[in-house]
């Protein structure tokens, strides 16, 4: 039984929403990709892009899932990178610090080529602010500013003291900040709408309504549906933490958190500046942090906290009000119109996951909440993968994964425990 859109946001302000068939009877594509959010998408342009016959089955409606629930913040910090460059220095060696450095950035290039290509209007803006909690944290904020100008991002780049903030934020809670001009942020549906109309106008076959039951792969593989069948070359699973499909060697990989989001009712234009003056995306550097915007019709969508529990959070406005209050005192009792969950795929190591369930079932998941960049950098890994180039689909592939193999529930909770470990050192940071 599918599902309807959240109360999100951006459910509110589509462009121009989807309509596209539930899946009915026996199509033949080459790649037939299971899933309808940015992995899936991204992966289906690319695809397209390079002349194969693609079919996205999604079991709600495209961008129905974290893609449409997240903060739309494109942000250059890839999970998993320490991790990453440790893993991929046996295979890479000394390149390995710069793979993974100009990986954090292809996301971006990928989003900003894709949106001006196929003029998606989505309220593509540039500008990240990440702030100091503590003073304690302006050496992490240093160390990160160095690392950039270390790889030429000098102009980019500004670390901003206590007494430079007001130009950017008007709130007392911070003291210090690092200014990218790089990152940016959006509108993620009507991104992800505007990137499956792409890959429609180039002959991708578009279902929803029609959750993918069951998977058959011999030499060509089969999803099945309710009501339909799709027979395709390769499958890509991209259900991320919404799917619960090829149990039996993804079990214990992947765990979804729970993330609330929020957004208030419309503040005047003065009001908006006032707040954030730049209008960049801000987010702090706490483990569990904060992370909020304006929106382009001058709401502030503020997201933070994670519920490990695998559950969604009943009253998540409460939940964030507090946070939301501290930050900006002048909006206390401010009406919160929108409030969502949404559930982001963890990985225990936050390496994103990609690699084959058979011979021609691929998976692509987990991008610990950072996925807006880091899926389309997927799909495009993905894609290539699939026509045959697959040096960077192996390096993912042959990366080591903690496996918890018994039960999600497990899994969920060694990670909040884990969680709690990190917000216990972080009263030492
Ligand atoms: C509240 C929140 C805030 C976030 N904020 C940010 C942020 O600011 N910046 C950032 O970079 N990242 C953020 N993220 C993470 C980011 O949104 C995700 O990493 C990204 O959207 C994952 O995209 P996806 O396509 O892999 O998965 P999803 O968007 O979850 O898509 C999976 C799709 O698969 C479909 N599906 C599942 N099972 C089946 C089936 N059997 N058959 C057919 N279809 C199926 C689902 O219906 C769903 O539409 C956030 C996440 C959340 C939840």
């Known amino acids: 039984m599918s599902q309807p859109r959240c109360n999100s ?36 342009v690319e695809l397209c892009e390079k002349g194969y016959k693609v079919a996205i089955v999604e079991a709600n409606k495209i961008g129905w899932g974290a893609t449409g629930r997240n903060g739309g913040q494109v942000t250059g910090s890839l999970s998993g990178d320490t991790a990453m460059i440790k893993q991929l220095r046996n295979k890479l060696g000394t390149d390995a610090e710069q793979f993974v450095w100009n990986m954090r950035w292809r996301g971006h290039e990928i989003i900003k080529t894709r949106v001006k290509k196929y003029a998606i209007e989505c309220d593509l803006k540039y500008g990240h602010l990440h702030t100091a909690y503590k003073t304690s944290h302006i050496n992490e904020l240093q160390q990160t500013y160095d690392e950039a100008c270390k790889h030429g991002m000098d102009s980019e780049l500004e670390l901003l003291t206590k007494e430079q903030l007001p130009e950017y934020i008007n709130t007392p809670l911070y003291h210090g900040g690092l200014l990218n001009k790089r990152n940016m942020h959006l ?41 339909g069948k799709i027979t395709a070359n390769s499958v890509v699973l991209a259900g991320n933490a919404y799917h619960k499909l090829a149990r039996k060697k993804l079990r214990g990989m992947l765990f979804p958190a729970s993330l609330g989001n929020c957004a208030t009712a419309q503040l005047t ?36 906290g994670t519920n490990y529990s695998g559950r969604d959070s009943k009253n998540v406005a409460n939940e964030l009000r507090p946070a939301l209050e501290r930050t900006f005192p002048q909006l206390r009792g401010i009406n919160i119109e929108y409030e969502w969950t949404g559930m982001a795929g963890i990985v225990l190591n936050r390496i994103p996951q990609l690699g084959k369930v058979s011979n021609n079932v691929f ?4 991008y610990s909440g950072h996925g807006v960049a880091t899926s389309h950098i997927m799909g495009e890994i993905m ?4 026509i045959g180039e697959q040096l960077e689909f192996n390096l993912f592939a042959e990366m080591s994964h903690l ?20 917000k216990v050192m972080e009263n030492f940071r």
């Open 363 to 366: 998976y692509c998941q987990g």
């Open 403 to 422: 496996r918890i193999p018994l039960n999600e529930w497990f899994g969920n909770q060694a990670l909040a425990l884990g969680m709690m470990y990190y």
């Open 187 to 227: 509108h993620s549906v009507n991104l992800c709408i505007g990137e499956a109309r792409a890959a429609e106008s180039l002959g991708a076959l578009i279902f929803e309504n029609s959750a993918v039951i069951d998977i058959d792969d011999g030499v060509l593989a089969t999803v099945t549906t309710a009501k």
């Open 269 to 304: 234009s003065e009001q908006a500046h006032d707040l954030i003056p730049k209008d960049v995306a801000v987010y702090d550097t706490r483990f569990v942090l904060d992370y909020y915007r304006l929106t382009a019709d001058n709401r502030l969508m503020f997201g933070g």
């Open 383 to 386: 894609a290539n993968a699939i």
């Open 9 to 44: 946001y951006y459910n509110a302000t589509i462009n121009t929403e989807t309509d596209y068939p539930e899946l009915e009877g026996d199509i033949r594509v080459d790649v037939v990709i299971v899933g309808g959010g940015f992995t899936g998408v991204a992966t289906a």
